[in-house]
């Protein structure tokens, strides 16, 4: 068959539909429910790519915005035969008009029933913030520390700051009278087990116990070591819910599920960027991303006929959730509920059906 165009310069192809019928079609359930995806119009960045920022840091050559009706062709190619919805937002930077991006991507998580997150940075006031929440499929926000001020060479300027640096206590008062739902990605060098970010989630939660708080990508937890000195210092606030998006390591996603539970990790994949074709590579507290497409940042490549048989990112850590579930025997209800089910569950506490 034909390949499919699907994202920036990524293609659906055979390798990816013979991964899907292998690996995937038997396993992945009928319901489909997307954490963690990002929508957002091309026309609404503000600051344009230019060759010079791509040469500067690899994110900005692989991380092209989509557009709602461009996902929703990805969707239903990616996940075939499969009921799918998701928890959209835009891209939390500053190269992009985050207010009009709120505004276009609205209607169209309205009209295909996508709930969403609004984009919000800390310095806008709580009404800006609730004026948000109170539209319609709006669950909470999405908050990012590139978000407290911009620098159009580097997304980690705010690396090293505090959480409440960008997702302020006015802020938080709002969304805890709301109960409404937090997708965090933590700061610091050190991801989630360093201490400042497990005291501040751990304070966080204290003063503000109705807020739905997700952490993204397993707080950063890519390799095995950062997961084992992160996740067991949360793993007793079963309140405490995490994305896995962008995780594609098995070893990590075994360690998660057994140290926190099935009902508390949400399936998630963070396309568009998860559309790019090739696997990860672990070592200690290291990784390595290889892809097929000649980027600049793409120096260190593997030989041609391993890169033939690449397949999507996101298929990659399909697998690897399917690897670990398997491993640790989890019943097809719990596999359910990573996929589906938890997020309803949340989603009912906020007070939607
Ligand atoms: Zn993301």
């Avoid at 954490?35 to 840091?57: C, F, G």
């Avoid at 505004?103 to 984009?119: I, K, Y």
């Avoid at 790019?276 to 490549?301: A, E, K, L």
Wanted: charged share 25%.
């Amino acid at each position: 068959m034909d390949s499919v165009p699907l994202h920036h310069v990524w293609q659906y192809t055979d390798v990816d539909r013979r991964f899907w019928e292998e690996h995937l079609e038997p396993w992945v359930p009928a319901r489909v429910f997307d954490a963690h995806t990002h929508v957002n119009e091309p026309e609404l960045r503000i600051e344009m790519m230019t060759d010079e920022k791509r040469r500067q840091y690899w994110v900005n050559e692989v991380g092209e915005p989509i557009g709602a009706e461009a996902a929703g062709h990805c969707h239903a190619t990616v996940f075939p035969g499969r009921e799918f919805s998701c928890l959209a937002f835009g891209f939390p930077m500053l190269e992009y008009d985050i207010a009009r991006s709120n505004a276009r991507l609205q209607p169209e998580c309205v009209r295909r029933g996508w709930h969403r997150l609004a984009v919000v940075r800390p310095q806008w006031p709580a009404e800006q913030v609730a004026r948000e929440l109170d539209q319609p499929n709006v669950l909470g926000v999405k908050v990012y520390y590139a978000l407290i001020s911009h620098d159009p060479t580097t997304r980690d300027k705010h690396l090293e700051a505090s959480i409440f640096d960008f997702l302020p206590h006015h802020q938080l008062e709002l969304l805890n009278e709301r109960r409404a739902w937090v997708t965090l990605h933590v700061p610091r060098t050190g991801r989630l087990g360093h201490p400042e970010n497990v005291a501040e989630i751990r304070q966080l939660r204290r003063r503000y116990p109705h807020v739905a708080v997700v952490i993204a990508h397993l707080g950063r937890c890519y390799t095995l070591a950062h997961a084992k000195e992160s996740l067991p210092r949360l793993a007793d606030d079963e309140g405490l819910h995490f994305d896995i998006s962008a995780v594609l390591n098995p070893e990590v996603l075994r360690f998660a599920l057994a140290t926190l539970g099935p009902e508390r990790i949400l399936y998630g994949t963070d396309n568009p960027i998860m559309y790019m074709r090739g696997r990860q590579q672990w070592q200690g507290r290291t990784y390595v991303n290889r892809t097929s497409y000649p980027f600049y940042f793409n120096r260190d490549r593997e030989p041609p006929a391993v890169e033939a048989g690449y397949t999507l990112y996101m298929y990659e850590a399909l697998r690897a959730l399917r690897q670990a579930c398997d491993e640790l025997g989890l019943t097809r209800d719990q596999v359910e509920a990573i996929f589906h089910g938890n997020a309803r569950r949340l989603i009912r506490g906020i007070g939607f059906a």
